[in-house]
């Protein structure tokens, strides 16, 4: 009981590091100025945000992104690979937009995924609806045949080229549920 | 400002500014309110993105301002933050408010088996 007092209290100390670590960064680089005065004004504040918002934004390791690899896949996944999945699905639309017939298809189909964390769910959700031609509705969890969790997201598809969910979700997903799994 | 650099810019701002058209043109013509918000889509990425890099080349090569780059990049991390989370509501809002398109969709799987109906 002790110990895991004591955890709970060095885990809520770490996200408070963490958060604050974080906010400091940011006031850096919003001001962009080395003067002792903004320092000390950026670190009082970073503190107080990291006390109070730090135990909402933190549910497991407080340092995750300070790990440099972690850090570098996050901003490969964000420049590279959702980049190019913006700029193919973008071009796509735009040239739907101009044909006379746009071929529109449009379908709310459910594809499965891996459980994750909740913020590699809703990284998935966010990066399939930042692409355009697909937007995610909800997600769902049930329960399998084995009884192992499952977990659903509901897409809105401009364009449905198979009703196969499997094979939805692997056109739909691609490369993106790959790379998040990866960060 | 070298001829190169600014034939660079121009071209980010005008390709933002294309695919912000094309959604426009989109969010008129496509047949329902979801198709719609697809098309939207279009303005809010590659539209916000392809500004924001013209600008961010200007802001850094040509005033030399990092304070102003630095901005010039939160906005575009925050309109592609807020900017699916609006997508998910409108979406599920306008579904459960029992919009449907006049055109059956190819497939539903979201009335058969809805997980929000209790």
Known sequence: MEGRTK??????????????AMCFAAWILFTWST????????AVVAI???CF?????????????FNPIHFFVLIYYWFVVLFSEIVKANWDVAKRVFKRDMGVNPGVIRVPTKRNTYYGLAFLAN??????GTITMATAESCGENGEEEVWLYIHWLDVKTTDREAAGEMIKGRLEKWIGRI | MSLALRIVIDVCIFVGAFFALAGTIGVIRMPDTY????????IATMGVIGVAIGTLLY??????????????GVVMAF????????????????????LRPKRPMVIDDFKEDDPYDE
């Open chain 1, 7 to 20: 955890s709970l209290k060095g885990h809520r100390i770490a996200a408070i590091v963490g958060t604050s």
């Open chain 1, 53 to 65: 918002t730090g135990r909402m934004l933190v549910k497991d390791n407080a340092f995750y992104f």
């Open chain 1, 35 to 42: 003067d002792p005065k903004e320092l000390i004004t950026g």
């Open chain 1, 48 to 50: 107080v945000v990291g």
């Open chain 2, 79 to 98: 309109v592609l933050f807020t900017n699916p989370i609006s997508g998910h509501a409108l979406c599920k809002g306008a579904y459960r408010r029992g």
């Open chain 2, 35 to 42: 198709c719609r918000m697809q098309a939207s889509t279009c």
């Open chain 1, 127 to 132: 990066a399939i609806t930042l692409t355009p």
């Open chain 2, 59 to 72: 802001a850094i090569c040509v005033e030399k301002n990092a304070a102003m780059a630095v901005k010039i």
